[in-house]
């Protein structure tokens, strides 16, 4: 069974974040989702050095080393944007006023705590940039990983064994398999990838997946 | 009459001593003080205690300061960045010391410090590695973790206008922590491509506002530290 390519789970949760939405990319993957902005919709999207309103990637050799995103890589401002200094970047995020935040993941707990930023490794150089601040403040934290590891592990766990970004902060999991609520009972499947079966993505999940009543497996 | 000007950058840094605990701008290389940095190096003092939010790329600027054995200490939310190699090796040796912040906490400490506020309370990092061992309340019903403020003896910052009493404004991203260490820094230094009379920003637009700052310096054509790094360039 074949699952979604990157750009297609980019494309699937971008579907799901309404209008006018305040929205923060994460590096990787999360960063696809801006490709694919749903027609009649606008989305504010904030960079956590200091600017709402980023815009696309400049045209080669255009871009300003003084105009970028978290991860340091060339940005455009749109029509309205706005700079700011980080007290106020973290203002916005600490304060709830952000409305979504994606982010990459290593681990997805079924209590939705979540880890990505260190293996724990011995080493590693850790570093966590913004990821703690922001899944202690973003009012909806949506995660979008491959389901599996590339070793074929599961990511979404019982509990994390690297090292937590956050306790119980993820409400959402966006993976190439399925589309996965974290509630109080645990992970609950919303939607499973055309083509692929309840089965097949229950033996790639480390906890077990409630259904929806009447849900088709 | 109040002039904050100072003829060059080795002038600005001239007073900087072993052990000192310095601010330095930039989000990466955006609003990184680059000349600022180098009369640093070229002055010798050691032993540092550095707070930038990452440590620097290839071998100038924040990452040269850290080659050259001047740092004992980072403060950092990120250390290690696309071409980031200097500190990863002394990291590795021991030779470094670490200090890892969440970066809306680092940005909190900072303008707490700046701002005669010893510490606060945040729901960062609770229930992580970087929570253990802190100090915890409800507030609320919600639990929160307490973090200190942090000053510093000197600050390094880079606007794009100051004016002789030190107002200054910045250019887009390149803001970042300036603010913040400006209030921060017991001696704040600010390099801007732009030196004015007093009255030539207008006082609407201007983000530092003087009083947090100490020193201005010009630097007119500030080096871009990602063409250094390609350029293969090092410092000194």
Request: one cysteine or more; a negative charge.
């Given at each position: 069974?074949?699952?979604?390519?990157?750009?297609?789970?980019?494309?699937?949760?971008?579907?799901?974040?309404?209008?006018?939405?305040?929205?923060?990319?994460?590096?990787?993957?999360?960063?696809?989702?801006?490709?694919?902005?749903?027609?009649?919709?606008?989305?504010?999207?904030?960079?956590?050095?200091?600017?709402?309103?980023?815009?696309?990637?400049?045209?080669?050799?255009?871009?300003?080393?003084?105009?970028?995103?978290?991860?340091?890589?060339?940005?455009?401002?749109?029509?309205?944007?706005?700079?700011?200094?980080?007290?106020?970047?973290?203002?916005?995020?600490?304060?709830?006023?952000?409305?979504?935040?994606?982010?990459?993941?290593?681990?997805?707990?079924?209590?939705?705590?979540?880890?990505?930023?260190?293996?724990?490794?011995?080493?590693?150089?850790?570093?966590?940039?913004?990821?703690?601040?922001?899944?202690?403040?973003?009012?909806?934290?949506?995660?979008?990983?491959?389901?599996?590891?590339?070793?074929?592990?599961?990511?979404?766990?019982?509990?994390?064994?690297?090292?937590?970004?956050?306790?119980?902060?993820?409400?959402?999991?966006?993976?190439?398999?399925?589309?996965?609520?974290?509630?109080?009972?645990?992970?609950?499947?919303?939607?499973?990838?055309?083509?692929?079966?309840?089965?097949?993505?229950?033996?790639?999940?480390?906890?077990?997946?409630?259904?929806?009543?009447?849900?088709?497996? | 009459?109040?002039?904050?000007?100072?003829?060059?950058?080795?002038?600005?840094?001239?007073?900087?001593?072993?052990?000192?605990?310095?601010?330095?701008?930039?989000?990466?290389?955006?609003?990184?003080?680059?000349?600022?940095?180098?009369?640093?190096?070229?002055?010798?003092?050691?032993?540092?205690?550095?707070?930038?939010n990452?440590?620097?790329?290839?071998?100038?600027?924040?990452?040269?300061?850290?080659?050259?054995?001047?740092?004992?200490?980072?403060?950092?939310s990120?250390?290690?960045?696309?071409?980031?190699?200097?500190?990863?090796?002394?990291?590795?040796?021991?030779?470094?010391?670490?200090?890892?912040v969440p970066q809306?906490t680092l940005a909190?400490r900072i303008?707490?410090?700046?701002?005669?506020?010893?510490?606060?309370?945040?729901?960062?990092?609770?229930?992580?590695?970087?929570?253990?061992?802190?100090?915890?309340?409800?507030?609320?019903?919600?639990?929160?973790?307490?973090?200190?403020?942090?000053?510093?003896?000197?600050?390094?910052?880079?606007?794009?206008?100051?004016?002789?009493?030190?107002?200054?404004?910045?250019?887009?991203?390149?803001?970042?922590?300036?603010?913040?260490?400006?209030?921060?820094?017991?001696?704040?230094?600010?390099?801007?491509?732009?030196?004015?009379?007093?009255?030539?920003?207008?006082?609407?637009?201007?983000?530092?506002?003087?009083?947090?700052?100490?020193?201005?310096?010009?630097?007119?054509?500030?080096?871009?530290?990602?063409?250094?790094?390609?350029?293969?360039?090092?410092?000194?």
């Open positions: 069974m074949t699952g979604l390519t990157r750009d297609e789970m980019a494309k699937r949760l971008a579907q799901d974040i309404p209008d006018g939405s305040y929205v923060n990319l994460g590096i990787g993957i999360p960063e696809l989702v801006a490709k694919f902005v749903p027609e009649g919709r606008e989305f504010i999207y904030h960079t956590e050095n200091g600017l709402l309103g980023m815009g696309p990637t400049p045209e080669e050799g255009e871009g300003d080393p003084e105009l970028i995103n978290a991860g340091k890589k060339h940005v455009t401002a749109l029509p309205g944007a706005a700079y700011f200094h980080h007290a106020d970047s973290f203002a916005m995020i600490r304060g709830g006023h952000l409305d979504l935040c994606v982010l990459g993941a290593l681990q997805v707990s079924k209590d939705g705590d979540l880890a990505n930023w260190s293996t724990g490794a011995p080493d590693a150089i850790p570093a966590v940039g913004g990821a703690m601040d922001l899944v202690a403040g973003v009012k909806s934290i949506y995660v979008i990983t491959q389901h599996c590891t590339k070793n074929g592990d599961p990511k979404l766990v019982p509990s994390c064994t690297y090292p937590l970004t956050g306790c119980g902060v993820v409400d959402r999991i966006y993976t190439d398999l399925a589309v996965i609520e974290v509630t109080p009972e645990g992970f609950r499947l919303i939607e499973l990838t055309p083509g692929i079966d309840f089965a097949y993505v229950q033996e790639r999940t480390g906890a077990p997946l409630l259904q929806v009543e009447g849900h088709a497996t | 009459m109040i002039n904050k000007q100072i003829a060059n950058a080795a002038e600005a840094v001239a007073d900087v001593f072993d052990g000192a605990t310095i601010m330095i701008g930039g989000f990466g290389e955006a609003g990184s003080p680059i000349e600022l940095i180098h009369a640093l190096i070229d002055q010798g003092a050691s032993n540092l205690t550095v707070i930038n990452n440590t620097g790329s290839g071998e100038v600027g924040l990452a040269a300061l850290i080659k050259a054995k001047r740092v004992s200490k980072m403060i950092c990120y250390p290690k960045t696309a071409n980031s190699t200097v500190f990863p090796e002394l990291y590795r040796n021991g030779d470094i010391k670490l200090e890892l809306g909190e303008r707490a410090g700046g701002s005669g506020i010893p510490a606060f309370y945040t729901p960062t990092s609770l229930g992580t590695p970087l929570g253990e061992g802190k100090e915890c309340r409800t507030i609320n019903d919600r639990e929160y973790v307490l973090e200190y403020g942090i000053t510093a003896d000197f600050t390094l910052i880079k606007g794009r206008v100051a004016d002789t009493h030190g107002n200054a404004i910045y250019n887009k991203t390149a803001r970042n922590f300036a603010p913040l260490m400006a209030m921060a820094g017991n001696i704040t230094i600010i390099q801007a491509a732009q030196v004015v009379a007093p009255g030539e920003i207008d006082p609407e637009t201007i983000i530092t506002p003087g009083i947090f700052v100490n020193r201005v310096v010009k630097i007119p054509e500030p080096a871009i530290e990602s063409q250094l790094v390609s350029a293969g360039e090092t410092y000194p």
